[in-house]
């Protein structure tokens, strides 16, 4: 997903307390445990039944958030993001990647707290741009494509947002097809190379990838990237 960042400002006037009665995460979770199952998403049901999809969005619409809770921020956000992801491959659908519609990252413009968004804004100026040292974050927003992390079939929530993280990270992390060790050398994703700054910033590829393994590597294998799976993670 490494494409022009395009800067947007929003004016958000709620509080994060209100952010969180609009009912937003309670929908979002009730969506995903639906519609997701094993990283994968079933975008067939959700086209013949948008419904519980329109209705989640449109309390993103509503909806107005503040830095004032971290967490409620990024869980927000995080959701929000993982729900539009969904909403462009179902009005495109069927599709074999999200990339076979054009701008679907960078020109393609959602309703949210009462502006337009894209999937890039998102990620790269809500998100990284205010938590510069959150790597985690890249575990966690999902592309659409087999390549990116696996979706979750619940809502990042406010108050185990931490631990989600956490969790993700370690499940990408650990696993073989994610992780590929051949000998003396480990092939990764590559968004590692394209947020490569986001991983400096947390010591290193290698050492944030350590971090979170089961079996750790060795400080001196060689590591290289593997081609980006863009097929779409449909179930």
């Not at 696996?150 to 990270?169: F, K, S, V, W």
């Amino acid at each position: 997903m490494k494409y022009s960042w395009i800067v947007l400002v929003f004016f958000f006037e709620i509080t994060s307390g209100k952010a969180q009665n609009t009912g937003f995460f309670s929908a979002a979770d009730t969506f995903l445990k639906t519609h997701v199952e094993n990283g994968k998403v079933d975008y067939a049901s959700i086209v013949k039944q948008p419904l519980a999809l329109n209705n989640v969005l449109k309390l993103a619409e509503k909806a107005a958030i503040d830095l004032q809770d971290p967490n409620v921020y990024q869980a927000f956000w995080i959701n929000t993001y993982n729900l539009l992801v969904i909403k462009g491959v179902v009005d495109n659908y069927p599709l074999r990647s999200p990339l076979d519609v054009d701008g679907f990252f960078d020109k393609l413009r959602y309703n949210v707290g009462g502006g337009y968004i894209t999937l890039n804004a998102i990620e790269n100026e809500l998100l990284r741009a205010r938590f510069p040292n959150e790597p985690r974050f890249h575990f966690v927003l999902v592309c659409a494509g087999l390549g990116c992390p696996p979706i979750i079939g619940e809502a990042y929530m406010p108050n185990r947002l931490n631990q989600q993280l956490n969790q993700q990270t370690a499940k990408a992390l650990n696993d073989p097809m994610f992780i590929r060790n051949k000998g003396d050398k480990v092939f990764v994703s590559q968004l590692f190379d394209w947020y490569r700054v986001d991983f400096d910033r947390a010591g290193g590829i290698l050492a944030f990838i350590n971090r979170y393994r089961t079996t750790k590597f060795s400080k001196d294998i060689l590591v290289d990237y593997y081609p980006y799976d863009w097929r779409l993670n449909v179930k």
